[in-house]
């Protein structure tokens, strides 16, 4: 089975929705036979390669709204980031246009090395979320390059040449074309959606769904309030974020 997951590593429910699904995954009996595909997807590509604004002024500023009441929404989020075991600092969050990190995700994919694209996600994910790096700096994708067993040279020349480029624009593309329009959003087997940072118990369910149904055309999965796995008309979650910004 075939599970491609479309993320920004800004996406702060992206790090959340990665944890919920790995702990479903874990537990899946088919898991040796489940293929994870990551792509590329930026919540705002118009951001400048650093922004010397905090978190909440830019978030304030893009969803017109008090500094006060954003700083509120990052306390539910860093809630339940904490029930995952995952430890935000919106105060020391540096705000960066995530293109460069989606050039190193793309470099990764094209590893030899095992598990280096989800190696090269998690280390993106806590460096923005948790440590408070810049995930635009070279040095810090260089770094996190390496550490995931990427050629240091291999990472320079390509976040100075930015050949990848063209790659991140396609998995946005392809975002567009299966009618997605937040992030994360779970696609198994190009037949069944699962948008946003989701239960566990959701994620389980749906790659039991996934297992036993044939290809169709895309349907959505999400938390009903009975608690079972559903239906909808959107892909959009209430745990996710899009262009207009995140639902905090």
């Known amino acids: 089975m075939n599970i491609d997951i479309w993320s920004d590593v800004a996406c702060p429910w992206c790090?959340?929705?990665?944890?919920?699904?790995?702990?479903?995954?874990a537990a899946f009996p088919h898991k040796d036979e489940v293929t994870v595909t990551w792509h590329s997807y930026q919540l705002d590509p118009t951001l400048p390669e650093h922004d010397d604004r905090t978190e909440a002024e830019y978030l304030a500023a893009s969803k017109g709204m008090p500094v006060g009441q954003v700083r509120a929404m990052f306390g539910h989020v860093a809630e339940q980031a904490a029930g995952e075991g995952l430890?935000?600092?919106?105060?020391?969050?540096?705000?960066?246009?995530?293109?460069?990190?989606?050039?190193?995700?793309?470099?990764a994919k094209e590893s030899r090395e095992n598990d280096a694209v989800d190696a090269v996600e998690e280390a993106l994910f806590r460096a923005h979320f948790e440590d408070g790096e810049d995930i635009g700096s070279?040095?810090?994708?260089?770094?996190?390059?390496?550490?995931?067993g990427l050629d240091a040279a291999a990472v320079r020349d390509?976040?100075?040449?930015?050949?990848?480029?063209?790659?991140?624009e396609q998995d946005v593309r392809q975002a567009a074309?299966?009618?997605?329009?937040?992030?994360?959003?779970?696609?198994?087997?190009m037949a069944l959606?699962?948008?946003?940072?989701?239960?566990?118990?959701?994620?389980?369910?749906?790659?039991?769904?996934?297992?036993?149904?044939?290809?169709?055309?895309?349907?959505?999965?999400t938390d009903d309030s009975s608690g079972a796995a559903g239906n909808t008309d959107s892909t959009e979650g209430d745990a996710a974020c899009g262009p207009d910004g995140c639902r905090l």
Not at 158 to 164: I, K, P, T
Not at 178 to 189: A, C, E, H, Q, W
Not at 193 to 205: I, L
């Open 15 to 25: 790090f959340i929705g990665k944890r919920r699904f790995e702990t479903a995954l």
């Open 87 to 107: 430890h935000y600092d919106f105060d020391r969050l540096v705000v960066a246009n995530s293109m460069k990190a989606h050039q190193l995700i793309q470099l």
């Open 138 to 148: 070279p040095a810090v994708l260089e770094r996190i390059g390496v550490a995931a």
């Open 158 to 168: 390509e976040l100075d040449s930015g050949s990848r480029i063209p790659a991140v």
């Open 177 to 189: 074309s299966l009618g997605l329009n937040s992030v994360p959003t779970f696609v198994l087997d």
């Open 193 to 221: 959606a699962v948008p946003g940072a989701q239960p566990v118990e959701v994620f389980g369910r749906a790659l039991e769904q996934a297992w036993e149904r044939s290809h169709q055309a895309l349907t959505t999965v």
